[in-house]
């Protein structure tokens, strides 16, 4: 059994949303039913529609039946997790709505409180207004921002000023959720506890890196708030900026929350700036049309919602340049797109190719030594290597090998990225989240970007759902020589 953690209060506002039915409840089932919530901890979903508690504690049961892994829900379990749960009726434009909120917690003023906003970031300010109002901010308060944080950099800063005003920068936890997955995690240890790794990260070995993110559903119920976000801002300027961070950045001298994000800034502001002219050579931006996906039909992108014009991207590629001493001359090639063949997200770290092979007829056959981080659908790392066949031929014959570098589960369940991030924000350890200026330096990076596509300064293409994306995105890469990784 895990150690018990400290008591806590938990408010999820939008808590009867999607996010919150399909992946909150559900952590927060399973951190309560492996010992990670104290028992007495509370968890209060906020929502507009008035119910009872008993109400309340028989929709989450559904949703819990619908959204946790097979065979996860367990009636006896539940009725153990259920006590914790608490229902207000809140509307975020009502302040006196907080009223029921205001009593509730003001039975344990001493407890930390954890206040999720799995809500739109229109509503952040005006949530925080009313927690503050209704003085239920303590020193032991901390607040849970949900992506986006804005749709560029000015709107980005007027988010984190509103918040700012309520709660200390210590206090507030941007989340990006891939940041919570083991394999993730797994980079930093990978780099940092381990001697070999050490002076081969650097653009003397290393040839370039690949990070995809693609998936193979569309925008689903989603397309109202994906129309106004698309590929760059939904996943490149969040998701996949956050894994550079972790691959490029300088050791951090601890652990500490500051000192990791430290390093991690330091990435950021180190993005070479895009020209004009490298937007439109070292970026593409596409839409998908109709096509199929296992063998099925599927709607083009403005076809499924009957819209149409829409200029928003589903697939982004592009390649990253980091002016410092380390990656200087080492391209970071991204993607990220919806509609794509398979669901498939990964980082490639390519080596560069030996110097000089005494295979004399197997030289051209010597493949570069890749380190292959998987993300999903499976989390695994792969470590590619040149290994002799074995066997009596005259010549020695080579093939490429893969090291499989996963640690076994001991566990039945394996915790999912939003167990990790509510564990770490109950103990009020911020590593995992993003602090202001990394926000904001990775907006600033993806502004330009951004600007120039707005103007239609990179051709909108095309791409039909169920492939690799546009032929554009194919060639942004081979241009260089190399080719995606396809495995
Ligand atoms: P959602 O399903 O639309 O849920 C939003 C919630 O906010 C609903 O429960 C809604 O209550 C509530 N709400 C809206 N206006 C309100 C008001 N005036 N007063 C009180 N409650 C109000 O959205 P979601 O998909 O859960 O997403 C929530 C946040 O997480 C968004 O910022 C989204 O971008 C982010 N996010 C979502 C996902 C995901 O997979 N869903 C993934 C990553 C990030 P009603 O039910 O009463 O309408």
Request: glycine share 6%.
């Amino acid at each position: 059994m895990a150690e018990v953690e400290s008591l806590c209060d938990i408010v999820i506002f939008g808590g009867h949303g999607d996010l919150a039915f399909r992946k909150l409840m559900p952590a927060l089932y399973h951190l309560s039913n492996n010992g990670y919530l104290n028992k007495e901890s509370r968890i209060i979903t906020a929502t507009r529609v008035s119910m009872s508690n008993e109400a309340h504690c028989d929709l989450v049961k559904v949703k819990l039946e619908e959204f946790l892994e097979e065979g996860a829900f367990d009636e006896e379990k539940f009725n153990y997790f259920k006590e914790q749960l608490h229902v207000v009726i809140i509307d975020f434009g009502d302040n006196q709505s907080y009223k029921g909120l205001s009593t509730l917690l003001g039975n344990y003023p001493q407890r930390d409180r954890i206040n999720y906003l799995s809500t739109a970031p229109d509503f952040f300010g005006s949530i925080c207004q009313s927690l503050s109002k209704w003085e239920l901010i303590s020193p032991k308060s901390r607040v849970v921002l949900e992506k986006p944080i804005g749709r560029d950099l000015d709107s980005s800063r007027v988010i984190n000023v509103e918040v700012l005003k309520y709660f200390e920068e210590s206090q507030i936890y941007r989340i990006d959720h891939y940041l919570g997955k083991d394999t993730v995690q797994n980079i930093m240890a990978l780099r940092f506890s381990n001697r070999f790794f050490m002076p081969l990260w650097d653009a003397n070995n290393i040839d370039h890196v690949q990070i995809t993110v693609a998936e193979s559903v569309g925008v689903e119920g989603r397309w109202g708030y994906y129309d106004d976000y698309g590929a760059m801002r939904d996943m490149i300027q969040n998701h996949l900026m956050q894994l550079l961070c972790l691959v490029a950045m300088e050791p951090p001298c601890s652990l500490e929350a500051d000192s990791v994000r430290d390093e991690k800034v330091k990435v950021l502001r180190s993005l070479k700036m895009m020209t004009p002219a490298d937007i439109q050579q070292k970026t593409v931006r596409a839409q998908y049309s109709q096509g199929s996906i296992d063998g099925k039909p599927v709607p083009g992108y403005r076809e499924g919602v009957g819209v149409e014009e829409s200029t928003t991207e589903t697939f982004a590629a592009l390649r990253v340049d980091i002016n410092n001493w380390r990656w200087n001359g080492v391209p970071f090639y991204l993607r990220s797109g919806k509609r794509m063949r398979t669901r498939n997200s990964e980082i490639v770290i390519q080596f560069k190719t030996i110097p000089h092979s005494i295979f004399a007829n197997e030289g051209r056959c010597i493949s570069e030594n890749k380190l292959v981080i998987s993300l999903q659908p499976k989390e695994s790392i792969q470590l590619k290597l040149m290994n002799k066949i074995p066997g009596l031929s005259e010549e020695m014959r080579l093939q490429q090998v893969e090291l499989e570098l996963n640690t076994p589960l001991n566990m039945s369940h394996k915790p999912t990225a939003y167990e990790r991030l509510f564990l770490d924000v109950i103990r009020a350890n911020p590593t995992l989240f993003m602090r202001l200026d990394e926000v904001e330096a990775a907006w600033k990076w993806a502004d330009v970007i951004l600007d120039a596509w707005a103007e239609n300064q990179v051709p909108m293409k095309s791409y039909s759902a169920g492939t690799d994306g546009p032929t554009a995105g194919i060639q942004l890469i081979a241009r260089d020589g190399r080719s995606w990784h396809d495995e």
